[in-house]
């Protein structure tokens, strides 16, 4: 779909934001696609960040963290039966993850949201309890995806045509005292300023 028409944008944004996202995929895993022969086909856990909250860590370990390897989390990708603005080969929606708690409870439902620290030039996806979180989308090939219908790059910033960006990085980072080796999404072009970042695209696979 080719937006140009500002009302027209303005409406479609709307309905994302008031989007009920309550049709839920099959489950899948994570799985990253890297240059990087280490990373690459590695999948992806949630990993432990506080209370009911988790991040996107990979599930090789070898972080101060997480030195050991851990089974990977099964997630789930909820998207809406209404028309979502979205590049055409992408469909928007929220990820989610459950945690398993004590035998004879129910798991605590979680979704992706980002998190930003402003001295830092990427946002951490962390899963947080609740309904609320940030709407990626995902190609029909099942790679992952954050939606834009600004272009940045010239002056004054131009709007009207929906793209997807795929600034996905794995990056050690630190969040409340935990240190995993994580997937980030990076703000804008270029690459993270923190050394050591590998640049990875990640993949769904349904179980
Ligand atoms: C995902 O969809 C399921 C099934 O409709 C629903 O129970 C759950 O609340 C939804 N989660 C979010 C984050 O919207
Ligand atoms: C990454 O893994 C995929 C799937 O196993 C493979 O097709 C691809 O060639 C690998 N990429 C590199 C750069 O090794």
């Not at 009920?20 to 994570?30: G, M, T």
């Not at 972080?63 to 028309?83: E, K």
């Not at 010239?154 to 045509?161: D, Y």
């Not at 795929?166 to 080796?181: D, I, S």
Request: charged share 15%.
């Amino acid at each position: 779909m080719k937006v140009t028409n500002p009302t027209i944008i303005a409406f479609a944004l709307a309905v994302l934001a008031s989007a009920q996202f309550d049709q839920q995929s099959a489950p899948f895993h994570l799985v990253l696609f890297s240059d990087d022969d280490h990373i690459n086909g590695t999948t992806l856990t949630a990993c432990h960040s506080g209370a009911a909250i988790s991040s996107l860590c990979l599930s090789s370990g070898g972080s101060p963290s997480s030195p050991d390897p851990l089974a990977p989390s099964i997630f789930r990708f909820n998207t809406s039966t209404q028309t979502q603005p979205a590049s055409p080969e992408s469909t928007p929606g929220l990820l989610t993850n459950e945690i398993p708690t004590a035998p004879g409870n129910l798991p605590i439902p979680t979704v992706l949201d980002f998190y930003q620290d402003p001295t830092v030039d990427y946002a951490l996806p962390l899963f947080y309890p609740g309904e609320i979180g940030r709407t990626i989308a995902v190609t029909e090939s099942n790679f992952f995806n954050v939606q834009g219908y600004v272009d940045y790059s010239v002056n004054p910033p131009k709007s009207g045509e929906w793209k997807s960006y795929n600034r996905w990085y794995a990056c050690t980072t630190y969040y409340q005292g935990y240190q995993y080796l994580n997937v980030v999404f990076k703000l804008g072009a270029g690459k993270p300023q923190e050394p050591g970042c590998t640049s990875v695209e990640v993949k769904r696979v349904f179980i």
